[in-house]
């Protein structure tokens, strides 16, 4: 007898991470395709998990409750809106699972992060892509015109994963008011500690905007806990997140990926340094690119997008043969994380042997 597969989940294609470097010429190396955190954790932290070893003979807490009490605090926020999982994907597909089903509708900007179409098929639910605007940004107006009686969510990634752009807080504010309210809207905001705008959206204020609106957040990025994985989620609405951490599997989070994120949020002066050395460093490498020729949209998170069209395979070859691996998106464009200094000027070696 044959196993029987359900056809939207045959057909998926598997997620594709970012892939390790080889060396270049002088032996040197480096992986600039994830949008790693080139810093490491935060000091203390990996003390704080060295000692929690102690105790993997136990079962983490299910409940998350410490990190649950202190994200609470820390960002104001009452925890019956707080829900979390391995990685802000997780709790992304948990919020599908919750609101999508078969047939169902989920509006999104394109391209955007890679995980939401895979979110979106493996329950059977119809992605609608909207077109970024020519400069990387979201199309609002074209994204509200995709809204049809069938649209159950509607993601909105802000800064942009791969572009950069973020979305414009008052704009989303208009957004929302035209948005029904029984639709899910979800701001993701992975690399929102990297955001200089000041006219960018503001998440956890859009809480009050709107009955559905989710912010979106992780601790892989900017804190560097992306091996262990931990994301998180506001709702407006209570009975959303408690329905999300109703779909995660029990002891999901492990005691150590636990006691990190609460030694990084202890160590939260010191993230702010680590911070900005990575935004003076996008904002050089942007800068640079540009003034070499390069349409490099606005970088909000911690990564530059080369819109390289055609010459994307070209590119990334130039790039991997100078021991840098980017992310390539075929036909479209490289996105490159930014890394340390080294890593960073090799950039612009590379980049500047490339014609736009």
Sequence with gaps: MSLTLRPHIASMPPYRAGRSPKPGPDGRAWKI????????????????????????????????????????????????????????????????????????????????????????????????????????????????????????????????NPTGPTVAHDDLVDFLGQVRDDIVVIVDEAYVEYVTDADAARGLELLDVHPGVVSLRTFSKA????????????AADPELARAVRGATMPFAISTPAQVAVLASLEAEPELIGR????????????????????????????????????HTHVWFDAFREAGLMTRAFAGEGLRVSIAEPDANDRILEVAATLVP
């Design 275 to 310: 911070v900005r050395v990575t935004i003076h460093e996008r904002d050089r490498i942007a800068e640079e690119l540009r003034r070499m020729g390069h349409a490099i949209p606005a970088a909000q998170g911690n990564f530059v997008w080369f819109p390289a069209g055609e």
């Design 223 to 234: 804190y560097g806990l992306a091996a262990l994985r931990v994301g998180w989620m506001a």
């Design 33 to 160: 395709s994830s949008n790693e955190n080139p810093y490491g954790p935060l000091p203390g932290v990996l003390e704080a998990v060295a000692r929690s070893l102690a105790e993997m003979n136990r079962y983490p807490d299910a409940g998350n409750t410490e990190i649950t009490a202190a994200v609470a605090t820390r960002h104001g926020l009452d925890e019956e809106r707080l829900a979390f999982g391995t990685g802000s994907v997780e709790v992304l597909a948990h919020l599908l699972e919750a609101t999508c089903g078969p047939g169902d509708e989920v509006v999104y900007a394109w391209r955007s992060f890679e995980a939401y179409p895979l979110a979106v098929q493996v329950l059977g639910a119809c992605s609608v892509q909207v077109p970024l605007t020519p400069t990387g940004e979201h199309d609002l107006t074209a994204m509200l015109a995709a809204i049809t009686p069938r649209t159950r969510v509607v993601m909105i990634c802000t800064p942009n």
